[in-house]
């Protein structure tokens, strides 16, 4: 059973960065489309970011132009740089296939508090 494990979230004041990663098991990591999802309390869980295993990219509109998602099949590593970050980025930080279906578990995921 693949498993996955977010790391890099934290506190951070407005117009600041983090570099969140997300490491997969096993050996099929660069066959798959990856994505970053975030929820925030009371709400869904929405996608953030998406890559093909070619690298092409895509992003929801609240995050295009200032978050950058990329990939490192040699260490089964997604990223997602996140910059100038606003309070309403805060929220649990996933990654997963994309698009659907999905692992069968997801990860603990990372908090992004974003506020001064």
């Known amino acids: 059973q693949v498993q996955v494990v977010e790391s890099g979230g934290g506190l951070v004041q407005p117009g600041g960065s983090l570099r969140l990663s997300c490491a997969v098991s096993?050996?099929?990591?660069?066959?798959?489309?990856m994505g970053w999802y975030r929820q925030a309390p009371g709400k869904q869980r929405e996608l953030v970011a998406g890559?093909?295993?070619?690298?092409?990219?895509n992003y929801s509109d609240s995050v295009k132009g200032r978050f950058t998602i990329s990939r490192d099949n040699a260490k089964n590593t997604v990223y997602l740089q996140m910059a100038s970050l606003k309070p309403e980025d805060t929220a649990v930080y996933y990654c997963?296939?994309?698009?659907?279906?999905?692992?069968?578990?997801w990860g603990q995921g990372t908090q992004v508090t974003v506020s001064s």
């Open positions: 997963n296939k994309f698009p659907p279906p999905f692992f069968a578990s």
């Open positions: 096993g050996s099929f990591f660069s066959i798959y489309a």
């Open positions: 890559i093909t295993r070619g690298g092409t990219t």
